[in-house]
Protein backbone atom coordinates (compact mmCIF):
# COMPACT_ATOMS: atom_id res chain seq x y z
CA UNK A 1 0.00 0.00 0.00
CA UNK A 2 1.33 3.53 -0.97
CA UNK A 3 1.78 5.87 2.01
CA UNK A 4 -0.16 8.47 2.00
CA UNK A 5 0.73 11.33 -0.28
CA UNK A 6 -0.48 14.88 0.15
CA UNK A 7 -1.01 15.64 -3.50
CA UNK A 8 -2.26 19.57 -2.92
CA UNK A 9 0.64 19.94 -1.01
CA UNK A 10 3.00 18.46 -3.52
CA UNK A 11 1.11 20.39 -6.68
CA UNK A 12 1.76 23.65 -4.60
CA UNK A 13 5.76 22.87 -3.85
CA UNK A 14 6.06 21.82 -7.73
CA UNK A 15 4.72 25.32 -8.39
CA UNK A 16 6.32 27.64 -6.84
CA UNK A 17 10.05 25.56 -7.78
CA UNK A 18 8.06 25.77 -11.47
CA UNK A 19 7.63 28.92 -11.28
CA UNK A 20 11.28 30.03 -10.01
CA UNK A 21 13.10 27.51 -12.14
CA UNK A 22 11.01 28.57 -15.72
CA UNK A 23 11.40 32.11 -15.39
CA UNK A 24 15.29 31.17 -14.81
CA UNK A 25 15.17 28.93 -18.14
CA UNK A 26 13.45 31.44 -20.48
CA UNK A 27 15.86 34.21 -19.37
CA UNK A 28 18.64 31.98 -20.43
CA UNK A 29 16.75 31.39 -23.66
CA UNK A 30 16.54 35.01 -24.34
CA UNK A 31 20.16 34.70 -23.97
CA UNK A 32 21.42 31.42 -25.40
CA UNK A 33 18.83 30.41 -27.44
CA UNK A 34 17.88 33.62 -28.95
CA UNK A 35 21.18 35.80 -29.46
CA UNK A 36 23.33 32.89 -28.99
CA UNK A 37 25.30 33.99 -25.60
CA UNK A 38 26.68 31.26 -23.87
CA UNK A 39 25.85 32.75 -20.48
CA UNK A 40 27.50 29.89 -17.98
CA UNK A 41 27.00 32.26 -14.79
CA UNK A 42 23.37 31.97 -14.48
CA UNK A 43 23.78 31.55 -11.62
CA UNK A 44 25.23 34.30 -10.35
CA UNK A 45 22.24 36.84 -11.36
CA UNK A 46 19.99 34.29 -9.37
CA UNK A 47 22.45 34.61 -6.15
CA UNK A 48 22.07 38.39 -6.49
CA UNK A 49 18.40 38.66 -6.13
CA UNK A 50 18.25 36.17 -3.13
CA UNK A 51 21.00 37.49 -1.07
CA UNK A 52 19.67 41.17 -2.23
CA UNK A 53 16.14 39.86 -0.54
CA UNK A 54 17.69 38.78 2.16
CA UNK A 55 20.04 41.35 3.21
CA UNK A 56 17.36 43.87 2.81
CA UNK A 57 14.59 42.02 4.44
CA UNK A 58 16.49 40.97 7.15
CA UNK A 59 18.03 44.25 7.94
CA UNK A 60 15.25 46.56 7.59
CA UNK A 61 13.52 44.21 10.18
CA UNK A 62 16.19 44.59 12.66
CA UNK A 63 16.34 48.53 12.06
CA UNK A 64 12.62 48.88 12.17
CA UNK A 65 12.01 47.13 15.64
CA UNK A 66 15.51 48.63 16.91
CA UNK A 67 17.21 45.60 17.67
CA UNK A 68 21.23 46.07 17.90
CA UNK A 69 21.96 42.29 17.10
CA UNK A 70 23.44 41.26 13.79
CA UNK A 71 21.31 38.64 11.75
CA UNK A 72 23.30 35.98 11.83
CA UNK A 73 23.86 35.88 15.20
CA UNK A 74 21.63 33.97 17.36
CA UNK A 75 19.82 37.05 19.19
CA UNK A 76 19.37 38.19 15.46
CA UNK A 77 17.56 35.35 14.19
CA UNK A 78 15.62 35.14 17.53
CA UNK A 79 14.47 38.97 17.43
CA UNK A 80 13.96 38.20 13.41
CA UNK A 81 11.05 34.82 14.12
CA UNK A 82 9.40 37.50 16.92
CA UNK A 83 9.62 40.63 14.41
CA UNK A 84 9.08 39.40 11.44
CA UNK A 85 5.05 38.40 10.80
CA UNK A 86 4.46 41.84 13.03
CA UNK A 87 3.59 43.74 10.05
CA UNK A 88 2.07 42.91 7.05
CA UNK A 89 2.92 46.31 5.29
CA UNK A 90 6.24 45.93 6.24
CA UNK A 91 6.11 42.61 4.91
CA UNK A 92 4.17 43.36 1.36
CA UNK A 93 6.74 46.56 1.38
CA UNK A 94 10.25 44.27 1.82
CA UNK A 95 8.90 41.93 -0.99
CA UNK A 96 8.06 44.73 -3.31
CA UNK A 97 11.15 46.56 -2.86
CA UNK A 98 13.70 43.20 -2.85
CA UNK A 99 11.75 42.05 -6.52
CA UNK A 100 12.33 45.94 -8.07
CA UNK A 101 15.71 46.21 -6.69
CA UNK A 102 16.61 42.32 -7.73
CA UNK A 103 15.84 42.96 -11.25
CA UNK A 104 17.23 46.39 -11.44
CA UNK A 105 20.75 45.18 -9.83
CA UNK A 106 21.54 41.93 -11.29
CA UNK A 107 20.29 43.13 -14.74
CA UNK A 108 22.98 46.31 -14.36
CA UNK A 109 25.66 43.52 -13.39
CA UNK A 110 24.79 41.79 -16.38
CA UNK A 111 25.02 44.97 -18.39
CA UNK A 112 28.70 45.90 -16.72
CA UNK A 113 29.96 42.12 -17.41
CA UNK A 114 29.06 42.68 -20.88
CA UNK A 115 31.63 45.69 -21.02
CA UNK A 116 34.81 43.93 -20.83
CA UNK A 117 33.57 40.36 -22.40
CA UNK A 118 31.44 41.19 -25.05
CA UNK A 119 34.80 42.76 -27.07
CA UNK A 120 36.97 39.57 -26.65
CA UNK A 121 34.41 37.16 -28.02
CA UNK A 122 31.65 34.46 -27.16
CA UNK A 123 33.71 31.66 -25.74
CA UNK A 124 35.48 34.45 -23.27
CA UNK A 125 31.72 35.70 -22.17
CA UNK A 126 30.45 32.05 -21.03
CA UNK A 127 33.63 31.70 -19.10
CA UNK A 128 34.02 34.65 -17.89
CA UNK A 129 30.37 34.21 -16.13
CA UNK A 130 31.30 31.14 -14.97
CA UNK A 131 33.78 32.24 -13.28
CA UNK A 132 32.12 35.48 -11.52
CA UNK A 133 29.20 33.27 -10.42
CA UNK A 134 32.40 31.25 -8.69
CA UNK A 135 34.16 34.28 -7.40
CA UNK A 136 31.03 35.93 -5.83
CA UNK A 137 29.84 32.42 -4.29
CA UNK A 138 33.73 32.12 -2.46
CA UNK A 139 32.97 36.21 -1.25
CA UNK A 140 29.49 35.11 0.02
CA UNK A 141 31.16 32.36 1.89
CA UNK A 142 33.52 34.80 3.54
CA UNK A 143 31.75 37.62 3.96
CA UNK A 144 30.36 38.17 7.22
CA UNK A 145 27.63 40.48 7.16
CA UNK A 146 26.06 38.21 4.44
CA UNK A 147 26.16 35.39 7.01
CA UNK A 148 29.26 34.46 5.44
CA UNK A 149 29.46 29.83 5.06
CA UNK A 150 25.70 29.95 7.34
CA UNK A 151 23.78 32.46 4.90
CA UNK A 152 20.97 34.81 6.24
CA UNK A 153 17.71 33.13 8.04
CA UNK A 154 14.52 34.55 9.38
CA UNK A 155 13.64 36.19 5.61
CA UNK A 156 10.01 37.31 6.77
CA UNK A 157 7.95 35.51 4.39
CA UNK A 158 5.39 38.57 2.64
CA UNK A 159 2.57 36.74 4.12
CA UNK A 160 3.56 35.70 7.52
CA UNK A 161 1.00 37.50 8.76
CA UNK A 162 -1.44 34.87 7.92
CA UNK A 163 -1.21 32.81 10.83
CA UNK A 164 -2.06 29.12 8.35
CA UNK A 165 1.11 28.52 6.66
CA UNK A 166 -0.83 25.92 4.38
CA UNK A 167 -2.52 29.41 3.45
CA UNK A 168 0.64 31.43 3.20
CA UNK A 169 2.14 28.73 0.63
CA UNK A 170 -0.93 28.73 -1.65
CA UNK A 171 -0.98 32.21 -1.61
CA UNK A 172 2.79 32.45 -2.82
CA UNK A 173 2.45 29.97 -5.24
CA UNK A 174 0.03 32.15 -7.12
CA UNK A 175 2.55 35.19 -6.95
CA UNK A 176 5.08 33.40 -8.16
CA UNK A 177 3.07 32.02 -11.21
CA UNK A 178 1.40 35.47 -11.74
CA UNK A 179 5.71 36.58 -12.18
CA UNK A 180 6.00 33.54 -14.79
CA UNK A 181 3.35 34.61 -17.06
CA UNK A 182 4.41 38.58 -16.95
CA UNK A 183 8.16 37.03 -17.39
CA UNK A 184 6.79 34.18 -20.76
CA UNK A 185 4.28 36.96 -22.20
CA UNK A 186 7.16 39.59 -22.26
CA UNK A 187 9.61 36.73 -23.83
CA UNK A 188 6.86 35.52 -25.99
CA UNK A 189 6.36 39.45 -27.22
CA UNK A 190 9.70 40.43 -27.85
CA UNK A 191 10.66 37.27 -29.57
CA UNK A 192 7.78 38.08 -32.33
CA UNK A 193 9.08 41.58 -33.20
CA UNK A 194 11.72 43.33 -35.17
CA UNK A 195 13.99 43.11 -31.86
CA UNK A 196 13.23 39.20 -31.65
CA UNK A 197 14.19 39.08 -35.47
CA UNK A 198 17.57 41.51 -34.43
CA UNK A 199 18.39 38.55 -31.87
CA UNK A 200 18.24 35.80 -34.16
CA UNK A 201 20.92 38.12 -36.68
CA UNK A 202 22.99 38.44 -34.22
CA UNK A 203 22.64 34.79 -33.07
CA UNK A 204 23.03 33.36 -36.86
CA UNK A 205 26.19 35.87 -37.70
CA UNK A 206 27.09 39.04 -35.61
CA UNK A 207 29.79 40.45 -38.13
CA UNK A 208 26.40 40.48 -40.89
CA UNK A 209 24.22 42.04 -38.40
CA UNK A 210 27.10 44.42 -37.72
CA UNK A 211 27.24 45.17 -42.10
CA UNK A 212 23.68 45.43 -41.69
CA UNK A 213 23.60 48.72 -39.18
CA UNK A 214 22.92 46.88 -35.95
CA UNK A 215 24.61 47.74 -33.19
CA UNK A 216 25.86 44.34 -31.85
CA UNK A 217 27.44 45.47 -28.22
CA UNK A 218 24.12 47.02 -27.53
CA UNK A 219 21.72 44.53 -28.62
CA UNK A 220 23.60 41.82 -26.52
CA UNK A 221 24.09 44.61 -23.19
CA UNK A 222 20.50 44.73 -23.12
CA UNK A 223 19.24 41.30 -23.94
CA UNK A 224 21.76 40.28 -20.50
CA UNK A 225 20.24 43.56 -18.76
CA UNK A 226 17.08 41.47 -19.02
CA UNK A 227 18.15 37.96 -18.83
CA UNK A 228 20.19 39.11 -15.69
CA UNK A 229 17.36 40.97 -14.17
CA UNK A 230 14.71 37.84 -14.47
CA UNK A 231 17.26 35.82 -13.07
CA UNK A 232 17.31 38.13 -9.83
CA UNK A 233 13.87 38.16 -9.44
CA UNK A 234 14.00 34.63 -9.69
CA UNK A 235 16.58 34.37 -7.04
CA UNK A 236 14.12 37.13 -4.63
CA UNK A 237 11.18 34.42 -5.20
CA UNK A 238 13.40 31.92 -3.92
CA UNK A 239 14.95 33.65 -0.90
CA UNK A 240 11.25 34.50 0.60
CA UNK A 241 10.26 30.90 -0.21
CA UNK A 242 12.80 29.32 1.48
CA UNK A 243 13.26 31.76 4.02
CA UNK A 244 16.51 31.42 3.95
CA UNK A 245 19.79 31.46 1.76
CA UNK A 246 23.61 30.36 1.85
CA UNK A 247 26.15 30.51 -0.42
CA UNK A 248 25.85 26.36 -1.22
CA UNK A 249 22.50 27.28 -3.23
CA UNK A 250 24.35 29.05 -5.85
CA UNK A 251 27.01 26.41 -7.22
CA UNK A 252 27.87 26.29 -10.78
CA UNK A 253 25.36 22.78 -10.98
CA UNK A 254 22.86 25.16 -10.59
CA UNK A 255 23.03 27.27 -13.81
CA UNK A 256 23.94 23.44 -15.39
CA UNK A 257 20.67 22.64 -14.09
CA UNK A 258 18.72 25.65 -16.22
CA UNK A 259 20.89 24.91 -19.18
CA UNK A 260 19.36 20.96 -19.05
CA UNK A 261 15.94 22.48 -19.10
CA UNK A 262 16.38 24.67 -21.98
CA UNK A 263 17.79 21.89 -23.68
CA UNK A 264 15.61 19.56 -23.02
CA UNK A 265 12.21 21.72 -23.99
CA UNK A 266 13.83 23.09 -27.03
CA UNK A 267 16.30 25.85 -27.66
CA UNK A 268 15.25 29.35 -29.08
CA UNK A 269 11.80 28.43 -28.31
CA UNK A 270 9.95 30.21 -24.54
CA UNK A 271 7.37 28.04 -24.05
CA UNK A 272 9.98 24.87 -24.89
CA UNK A 273 11.85 26.39 -21.61
CA UNK A 274 8.72 26.17 -19.43
CA UNK A 275 8.08 22.47 -20.48
CA UNK A 276 11.65 22.07 -20.02
CA UNK A 277 11.47 23.32 -16.26
CA UNK A 278 8.35 21.67 -15.69
CA UNK A 279 9.87 18.30 -16.24
CA UNK A 280 12.68 18.67 -14.43
CA UNK A 281 11.37 20.13 -11.75
CA UNK A 282 8.87 17.84 -11.44
CA UNK A 283 11.12 14.79 -11.12
CA UNK A 284 13.15 17.07 -8.09
CA UNK A 285 9.90 17.38 -6.35
CA UNK A 286 8.61 13.77 -6.64
CA UNK A 287 12.00 12.41 -5.63
CA UNK A 288 12.21 14.62 -2.66
CA UNK A 289 8.16 13.66 -1.53
CA UNK A 290 8.57 9.51 -2.42
CA UNK A 291 12.34 8.88 -1.49
CA UNK A 292 11.93 9.33 2.56
CA UNK A 293 8.12 7.05 2.22
CA UNK A 294 10.48 4.36 0.14
CA UNK A 295 12.80 4.13 2.85
CA UNK A 296 15.75 4.30 -0.04
CA UNK A 297 18.80 4.45 2.18
CA UNK A 298 21.51 3.08 -0.54
CA UNK A 299 21.46 6.35 -3.00
CA UNK A 300 20.33 9.89 -2.15
CA UNK A 301 17.63 11.61 -4.35
CA UNK A 302 20.10 13.72 -5.97
CA UNK A 303 22.06 11.38 -7.60
CA UNK A 304 18.74 9.85 -9.14
CA UNK A 305 17.48 13.24 -10.21
CA UNK A 306 21.25 13.94 -12.04
CA UNK A 307 20.77 10.07 -13.56
CA UNK A 308 17.47 10.56 -14.73
CA UNK A 309 17.80 14.55 -15.94
CA UNK A 310 21.07 12.92 -18.13
CA UNK A 311 18.97 10.03 -19.35
CA UNK A 312 15.90 12.79 -20.15
CA UNK A 313 18.62 14.63 -22.13
CA UNK A 314 19.89 11.96 -24.34
CA UNK A 315 16.74 10.38 -25.45
CA UNK A 316 15.48 13.49 -26.47
CA UNK A 317 18.00 14.60 -28.54
CA UNK A 318 18.20 11.10 -29.95
CA UNK A 319 14.91 11.71 -30.98
CA UNK A 320 13.97 14.71 -31.03
CA UNK A 321 16.84 17.15 -31.88
CA UNK A 322 15.20 20.51 -31.55
CA UNK A 323 13.97 19.48 -28.10
CA UNK A 324 10.60 18.76 -26.87
CA UNK A 325 9.06 22.31 -28.56
CA UNK A 326 11.78 22.70 -31.41
CA UNK A 327 12.16 27.25 -32.52
CA UNK A 328 9.13 28.50 -34.28
CA UNK A 329 9.57 30.83 -37.07
CA UNK A 330 8.94 34.04 -35.58
CA UNK A 331 5.32 35.95 -36.24
CA UNK A 332 5.18 39.34 -36.95
CA UNK A 333 2.66 41.31 -38.75
CA UNK A 334 4.90 41.36 -41.67
CA UNK A 335 3.15 37.83 -42.85
CA UNK A 336 -0.41 39.16 -43.14
CA UNK A 337 0.55 42.15 -45.28
CA UNK A 338 2.53 39.25 -47.40
CA UNK A 339 -0.98 36.92 -47.21
CA UNK A 340 -3.02 39.92 -48.33
CA UNK A 341 -0.77 40.68 -50.96
CA UNK A 342 -0.54 36.99 -52.43
CA UNK A 343 -4.21 36.94 -52.65
CA UNK A 344 -4.14 39.86 -53.85
CA UNK A 345 -1.67 39.30 -56.71
CA UNK A 346 -3.51 35.64 -56.99
CA UNK A 347 -7.36 37.44 -57.76
CA UNK A 348 -4.72 39.68 -60.35
CA UNK A 349 -3.00 37.17 -61.67
CA UNK A 350 -5.94 34.62 -62.51
CA UNK A 351 -7.73 37.97 -63.94
CA UNK A 352 -4.96 38.88 -66.02
CA UNK A 353 -4.70 35.04 -67.55
CA UNK A 354 -8.12 35.07 -68.69
CA UNK A 355 -7.85 38.44 -70.56
CA UNK B 1 32.56 60.66 -65.02
CA UNK B 2 30.72 62.52 -62.78
CA UNK B 3 31.86 63.49 -59.10
CA UNK B 4 33.17 61.30 -56.48
CA UNK B 5 31.23 59.86 -53.90
CA UNK B 6 33.65 57.41 -52.42
CA UNK B 7 37.02 58.76 -51.89
CA UNK B 8 40.33 56.92 -50.40
CA UNK B 9 42.85 59.34 -49.79
CA UNK B 10 46.60 57.83 -49.49
CA UNK B 11 45.06 54.63 -47.44
CA UNK B 12 47.03 53.05 -45.11
CA UNK B 13 46.86 50.06 -42.92
CA UNK B 14 49.87 48.07 -41.40
CA UNK B 15 49.73 44.87 -39.34
CA UNK B 16 53.01 44.88 -37.73
CA UNK B 17 55.52 44.98 -40.18
CA UNK B 18 52.65 44.02 -43.14
CA UNK B 19 52.25 46.52 -45.29
CA UNK B 20 48.75 45.97 -45.98
CA UNK B 21 47.71 48.83 -48.06
CA UNK B 22 50.46 51.46 -48.58
CA UNK B 23 49.36 54.91 -49.66
CA UNK B 24 46.19 53.69 -51.95
CA UNK B 25 44.17 57.27 -53.03
CA UNK B 26 41.18 56.15 -55.62
CA UNK B 27 38.13 57.30 -56.24
CA UNK B 28 34.23 55.86 -57.30
CA UNK B 29 32.00 58.24 -58.68
CA UNK B 30 28.51 58.17 -58.56
CA UNK B 31 26.73 55.67 -60.65
CA UNK B 32 29.79 54.07 -61.57
CA UNK B 33 30.71 50.17 -61.94
CA UNK B 34 33.88 50.64 -60.62
CA UNK B 35 36.47 47.20 -60.80
CA UNK B 36 39.28 46.82 -57.92
CA UNK B 37 41.68 43.62 -59.20
CA UNK B 38 44.79 42.36 -58.00
CA UNK B 39 46.60 39.05 -57.34
CA UNK B 40 45.67 37.63 -54.02
CA UNK B 41 47.25 39.11 -50.82
CA UNK B 42 47.23 42.42 -52.73
CA UNK B 43 45.39 44.14 -50.46
CA UNK B 44 41.79 44.11 -52.12
CA UNK B 45 39.92 42.97 -49.20
CA UNK B 46 41.89 44.73 -46.51
CA UNK B 47 40.91 48.26 -48.29
CA UNK B 48 37.29 47.12 -48.01
CA UNK B 49 37.69 46.21 -44.10
CA UNK B 50 39.15 49.96 -43.70
CA UNK B 51 36.62 51.55 -45.84
CA UNK B 52 33.40 49.45 -44.25
CA UNK B 53 34.64 50.49 -40.65
CA UNK B 54 36.54 46.79 -39.79
CA UNK B 55 39.58 48.48 -39.30
CA UNK B 56 40.95 51.68 -38.05
CA UNK B 57 43.36 52.96 -40.73
CA UNK B 58 47.07 53.53 -40.20
CA UNK B 59 47.42 56.48 -42.28
CA UNK B 60 44.90 58.26 -44.67
CA UNK B 61 41.41 58.90 -45.31
CA UNK B 62 37.93 57.47 -45.96
CA UNK B 63 35.48 60.42 -47.25
CA UNK B 64 32.10 59.37 -48.42
CA UNK B 65 29.22 62.14 -49.83
CA UNK B 66 31.60 64.59 -48.70
CA UNK B 67 31.87 63.30 -44.94
CA UNK B 68 34.72 61.44 -43.30
CA UNK B 69 34.10 58.14 -42.16
CA UNK B 70 37.21 55.99 -40.95
CA UNK B 71 37.21 55.66 -37.97
CA UNK B 72 33.57 54.68 -37.99
CA UNK B 73 32.80 51.14 -36.49
CA UNK B 74 30.75 49.45 -39.67
CA UNK B 75 27.15 49.57 -38.20
CA UNK B 76 28.01 53.61 -38.71
CA UNK B 77 29.38 53.46 -41.99
CA UNK B 78 26.02 51.09 -42.88
CA UNK B 79 24.31 53.88 -41.28
CA UNK B 80 25.74 56.24 -43.65
CA UNK B 81 24.98 54.32 -46.76
CA UNK B 82 27.18 52.05 -47.58
CA UNK B 83 26.38 48.48 -48.19
CA UNK B 84 29.07 45.70 -48.07
CA UNK B 85 28.66 42.07 -49.00
CA UNK B 86 30.96 39.35 -48.47
CA UNK B 87 32.95 36.85 -51.01
CA UNK B 88 30.54 33.90 -49.29
CA UNK B 89 27.49 35.44 -48.92
CA UNK B 90 26.53 35.92 -44.88
CA UNK B 91 22.49 35.91 -45.06
CA UNK B 92 20.98 34.92 -41.90
CA UNK B 93 19.84 31.09 -42.00
CA UNK B 94 16.89 30.92 -39.52
CA UNK B 95 15.34 33.41 -40.99
CA UNK B 96 13.46 33.94 -44.28
CA UNK B 97 14.21 35.52 -47.62
CA UNK B 98 11.59 38.16 -46.51
CA UNK B 99 12.96 38.26 -42.75
CA UNK B 100 16.50 39.11 -44.15
CA UNK B 101 15.45 41.93 -46.18
CA UNK B 102 12.92 43.06 -43.27
CA UNK B 103 16.07 43.26 -40.62
CA UNK B 104 18.01 45.65 -43.13
CA UNK B 105 16.08 49.06 -42.55
CA UNK B 106 17.58 51.28 -39.70
CA UNK B 107 15.98 52.43 -36.68
CA UNK B 108 12.62 50.31 -36.35
CA UNK B 109 10.73 51.10 -34.04
CA UNK B 110 10.02 47.46 -33.05
CA UNK B 111 13.70 47.20 -32.62
CA UNK B 112 13.79 48.74 -29.59
CA UNK B 113 13.29 46.27 -26.53
CA UNK B 114 10.88 48.57 -24.56
CA UNK B 115 8.26 49.36 -27.66
CA UNK B 116 8.77 45.57 -29.15
CA UNK B 117 6.50 44.06 -26.68
CA UNK B 118 3.77 46.47 -27.76
CA UNK B 119 2.65 45.69 -31.03
CA UNK B 120 0.23 48.44 -31.84
CA UNK B 121 2.87 50.65 -31.61
CA UNK B 122 5.17 49.18 -34.62
CA UNK B 123 2.28 47.25 -36.35
CA UNK B 124 2.01 49.74 -39.27
CA UNK B 125 5.78 50.19 -39.74
CA UNK B 126 6.15 46.54 -40.03
CA UNK B 127 3.55 46.03 -42.47
CA UNK B 128 4.80 49.30 -44.52
CA UNK B 129 8.02 47.80 -44.55
CA UNK B 130 6.70 43.83 -45.40
CA UNK B 131 4.70 45.16 -48.76
CA UNK B 132 8.22 47.31 -49.50
CA UNK B 133 10.11 44.17 -49.12
CA UNK B 134 7.90 41.81 -51.65
CA UNK B 135 7.18 44.41 -53.95
CA UNK B 136 11.16 44.29 -53.87
CA UNK B 137 11.66 40.80 -54.16
CA UNK B 138 9.02 40.42 -57.29
CA UNK B 139 10.47 43.31 -59.34
CA UNK B 140 14.09 40.72 -59.23
CA UNK B 141 12.09 37.88 -60.02
CA UNK B 142 12.08 36.01 -56.83
CA UNK B 143 8.79 36.79 -55.38
CA UNK B 144 8.67 32.67 -55.26
CA UNK B 145 10.89 32.99 -52.40
CA UNK B 146 9.62 35.47 -49.98
CA UNK B 147 8.69 32.61 -47.71
CA UNK B 148 11.90 30.72 -48.38
CA UNK B 149 14.77 29.50 -45.69
CA UNK B 150 18.31 30.85 -46.64
CA UNK B 151 19.17 27.51 -47.58
CA UNK B 152 16.63 26.57 -49.75
CA UNK B 153 18.49 29.34 -52.28
CA UNK B 154 20.93 28.51 -55.10
CA UNK B 155 24.14 30.78 -54.67
CA UNK B 156 23.09 33.30 -57.06
CA UNK B 157 19.84 33.78 -55.60
CA UNK B 158 21.50 34.62 -52.29
CA UNK B 159 24.25 36.71 -53.89
CA UNK B 160 21.26 38.66 -55.55
CA UNK B 161 19.49 38.69 -52.29
CA UNK B 162 22.14 40.47 -50.36
CA UNK B 163 22.40 43.43 -52.65
CA UNK B 164 18.57 43.68 -52.77
CA UNK B 165 18.64 43.74 -48.93
CA UNK B 166 20.27 46.93 -49.20
CA UNK B 167 17.68 48.43 -51.48
CA UNK B 168 14.97 48.77 -48.74
CA UNK B 169 17.27 51.71 -47.60
CA UNK B 170 18.86 54.46 -48.77
CA UNK B 171 22.28 53.33 -49.29
CA UNK B 172 23.96 54.70 -52.26
CA UNK B 173 27.10 52.57 -52.73
CA UNK B 174 27.73 48.90 -52.93
CA UNK B 175 31.42 47.21 -52.20
CA UNK B 176 30.72 43.41 -53.42
CA UNK B 177 33.71 41.59 -52.41
CA UNK B 178 33.78 39.25 -55.45
CA UNK B 179 30.07 38.61 -56.53
CA UNK B 180 30.95 35.88 -59.25
CA UNK B 181 33.13 33.86 -57.00
CA UNK B 182 31.64 30.20 -57.02
CA UNK B 183 28.89 30.09 -59.85
CA UNK B 184 28.75 29.39 -63.52
CA UNK B 185 30.02 31.51 -66.07
CA UNK B 186 26.39 32.09 -67.32
CA UNK B 187 25.11 33.16 -63.91
CA UNK B 188 27.72 35.51 -63.09
CA UNK B 189 26.92 37.54 -66.23
CA UNK B 190 23.40 37.65 -64.77
CA UNK B 191 24.71 39.17 -61.89
CA UNK B 192 26.79 41.52 -63.16
CA UNK B 193 24.06 42.14 -65.89
CA UNK B 194 21.67 42.38 -62.44
CA UNK B 195 24.14 44.98 -61.16
CA UNK B 196 24.33 46.81 -64.20
CA UNK B 197 20.36 46.91 -63.77
CA UNK B 198 20.51 48.25 -60.11
CA UNK B 199 22.62 51.05 -61.37
CA UNK B 200 21.01 52.34 -64.57
CA UNK B 201 17.22 51.99 -63.15
CA UNK B 202 18.42 52.67 -58.78
CA UNK B 203 21.11 54.85 -59.60
CA UNK B 204 23.30 53.14 -57.14
CA UNK B 205 27.09 52.96 -57.33
CA UNK B 206 29.22 49.41 -57.24
CA UNK B 207 32.81 48.86 -56.43
CA UNK B 208 33.98 45.30 -56.95
CA UNK B 209 36.80 43.31 -56.12
CA UNK B 210 36.59 40.08 -58.44
CA UNK B 211 38.98 37.67 -59.85
CA UNK B 212 37.18 36.60 -62.53
CA UNK B 213 38.43 39.42 -65.30
CA UNK B 214 37.00 37.27 -68.03
CA UNK B 215 33.51 38.34 -66.54
CA UNK B 216 34.09 42.16 -64.87
CA UNK B 217 36.00 43.29 -67.43
CA UNK B 218 32.97 43.27 -70.00
CA UNK B 219 30.98 44.95 -66.94
CA UNK B 220 32.88 47.76 -65.45
CA UNK B 221 33.67 51.58 -66.33
CA UNK B 222 37.23 51.93 -64.74
CA UNK B 223 39.23 49.37 -62.83
CA UNK B 224 41.88 49.93 -60.24
CA UNK B 225 44.62 47.30 -60.18
CA UNK B 226 46.32 46.74 -56.52
CA UNK B 227 49.43 44.80 -55.97
CA UNK B 228 51.40 44.47 -52.98
CA UNK B 229 49.25 47.47 -51.14
CA UNK B 230 50.04 50.02 -53.92
CA UNK B 231 48.09 51.28 -56.51
CA UNK B 232 49.84 49.57 -59.62
CA UNK B 233 47.92 50.65 -62.62
CA UNK B 234 44.18 52.41 -63.50
CA UNK B 235 41.80 53.23 -66.14
CA UNK B 236 39.20 52.14 -68.38
CA UNK B 237 39.29 48.04 -68.82
CA UNK B 238 41.01 47.31 -72.38
CA UNK B 239 43.61 50.05 -71.46
CA UNK B 240 44.34 48.35 -67.38
CA UNK B 241 44.36 44.88 -69.43
CA UNK B 242 46.84 45.75 -71.76
CA UNK B 243 48.73 47.30 -69.28
CA UNK B 244 52.51 45.58 -69.35
CA UNK B 245 52.84 45.94 -65.47
CA UNK B 246 49.50 44.68 -64.90
CA UNK B 247 50.10 41.39 -66.63
CA UNK B 248 53.41 41.29 -65.58
CA UNK B 249 51.77 41.30 -61.87
CA UNK B 250 48.95 38.53 -62.75
CA UNK B 251 51.57 36.33 -64.91
CA UNK B 252 55.26 36.98 -63.79
CA UNK B 253 57.23 36.43 -60.72
Not at chain 1, 231 to 239: E, F, H, N
Request: charged content about 20%; hydrophobic content about 50%.
Amino acid sequence: MLPSFDILGFLVSWGTFLGIYAILAISLNLEVGLTGMANFGKVAFYGIGAYLAASLSVYTVLAVYHVAAAPYTTEGIIALGKYGGASPALDLGIFAASLMLGFIIAGCVGYLLTYPTLRVGPAFLGITLLAFGELLRIFLLNYQPLGASKGLSGIPHPFLWIPDPVLRERLYVLVVLGFLAVTLWFAERITNSPFGRVLKAVRDDEVAALCMGKHVPRVKATVLFIGSGMAGVAGVLLAFYMSSVNPNMFVPAVTFNIWAMVILGGMGNNKGAVVGAAIITFVDRILTFITPNLGITIITPDYIRWMIVGILIVLVLMFMPGGLVPEKPIKTPAWEAVESLEKESKEGGSGGGEA
Amino acid sequence: MTKPILEVKDLAKYFGGVKALDGVTLEVPERGVIGLIGPNGSGKTTLFNVVTGFYVPTRGEVWYAGERIDGLNPNEVFLKGLVRTFQIPRLFPSLTVLENVLLTPPRQVGERVLTAPFRSKWEKQEKELARKAVALLRKFGLGEYVRARVSELSAAHMKMIETIRGLITDARVYLLDEPAAGVAYTTARELFTFIKRLRDEEGLTFFIIEHRLEVLMDFVDYVYVLHNGRLLSEGKPDEVMSDPKVIEAYIGR
